[in-house]
């Protein structure tokens, strides 16, 4: 053999390995070498299951893939590039039959609206938002649009609201449009919501489920009608998750239930010394016994496992204060993810919210002295000491 087929021969394609590894290697190969047409006719033909093309599916995503479908007890998934091609890859499959019409929840993440009225009701989709958590606009909604499908949240951004998904579903169900969960902010130990009757539940997997802040991606779980679907489209157009990155994912995720606990423990210590503090007008967190959506936390949710974000309110602030609080504040990350190891804080009114117009933002209860914090997994003495020291 020749120096140019050496390097693309040599070294590759070896049998497996004799024994198995404890941990699922990152299988890069764009492609896979079938044992003769026969084994390429019977896979494209899907009499049988085989690797062929990494748009297709890749080991390392499979691997990924079976451990989310586990946790959100879903019939199969998909792992994508990031949180908003799930979102859209999710509402293609979907709406494929069905009218071409969403009711999105009213509180619902920015880019998501942009994805919908920017991306996709040129191409004729019906956007309507609704306050999802009135269930009389909701009907009333329902009823005059015939949706395809429904896009809500389980918890909103950023004054957690928390979705009553059983009413929603049985509704949904009535008229054969699709429930679709964006499930990033409460994450599958908080609640699964195909077990409440949605269809799909919805990941921006850069959040907690990969927990570290260094990799971008997203996963659509669906239910046995929809899942090939989801797959075929993804064969199509392919915004798939690149096998590193997927290693990344399926790595962090190993320690995601340890995380998550420790982030509602603290979450929950630090809302309850935030509502003590004399400079905190207002504290949004899922444990307040006066929160709007009390009952259906009661139901939803377990003890303790309340979520990660808390979001409050500064007497008195407007944007020079909070400036100035979040200057003085030295542990906390001024950065705009959430769900990392690390607390962080976002401030909705110049960020995530900076573009909802002003009557939607007073609906929503999003105001100029709001601070949404990501509790991080930190000793919570030093999340506290550090706001301490910021709020004086
Ligand atoms: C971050 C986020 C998304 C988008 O995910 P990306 O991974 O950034 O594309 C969607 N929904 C929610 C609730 C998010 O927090």
Redesign the pocket.
């Known amino acids: 053999m020749k120096i140019h087929t050496q390097a693309v021969h040599s070294g590759d394609r070896k049998q497996a390995p004799l024994q198995i590894p404890v941990t699922t290697p990152v299988y890069t190969a764009a492609s896979y070498v079938t044992d003769g047409l026969e084994e390429q006719d019977r896979i494209f033909g899907a009499e049988e299951r085989g690797y062929a093309y990494q748009r297709y599916m890749n080991p390392t995503n499979v691997a990924l893939e079976e451990q989310m479908t586990a946790f959100e007890n879903g019939f199969g998934a998909l792992a994508t590039a990031?949180?908003?091609s799930a979102?859209q890859i999710a509402l293609t499959s979907v709406l494929l039959n069905r009218p071409k019409s969403v009711i999105c929840a009213r509180d619902i993440?920015g880019?998501?609206i942009k994805l919908l009225n920017d991306v996709m009701a040129p191409f004729a989709l019906r956007v309507r938002y609704v306050d999802t958590n009135d269930m009389a606009a909701l009907d009333a909604a329902i009823a005059e649009e015939t949706p395809g499908a429904v896009l809500i949240?389980s918890i909103s951004?950023p004054v957690l609201r928390v979705a009553d998904i059983d009413a929603i579903a049985a509704r949904c169900r009535r008229v054969n449009a699709a429930l679709l969960v964006?499930n990033?902010?409460a994450t599958p130990l908080l609640v699964r919501p195909l077990d409440h009757g949605a269809h799909m539940s919805i990941h921006?997997l850069?959040?907690f489920l990969s927990g570290h802040g260094d990799v971008?991606?997203?996963l659509v779980v669906s239910d046995e009608e929809h899942h090939e679907t989801v797959r075929r489209m993804s064969r199509i157009y392919g915004p798939v998750l690149g096998p590193f990155e997927s290693y990344l994912c399926m790595r962090g995720a190993k320690t995601f239930p340890l995380r998550m606990e420790r982030h509602c423990a603290n979450a929950q210590a630090f809302a309850a010394w935030l509502r003590r503090h004399p400079a905190v007008a207002k504290v949004h967190y899922c444990d307040d016994p006066a929160h709007p959506d009390a009952a259906i936390i009661r139901r939803l949710l377990s003890p303790g496992l309340y979520g990660a974000m808390v979001s409050f309110e500064l007497a008195g602030a407007g944007k020079a204060e909070i400036f100035a609080l979040v200057r003085r504040l030295k542990l906390a990350v001024n950065a705009s993810s959430?769900g990392d190891v690390h607390t962080m804080l976002l401030y909705p009114w110049i960020a995530s919210h900076r573009e909802v117009p002003q009557p939607m933002k007073s609906e929503m209860g999003v105001t100029e002295s709001m601070l949404r914090v990501s509790v991080g997994i930190e000793d919570i003495d030093d999340i506290i000491a550090d706001f301490a020291q910021a709020l004086g």
Request: net charge negative.
């Open positions: 990031s949180g908003m979102l993440y880019a998501t949240e951004n964006d990033t902010f921006s850069t959040k971008l991606g997203g959430l």
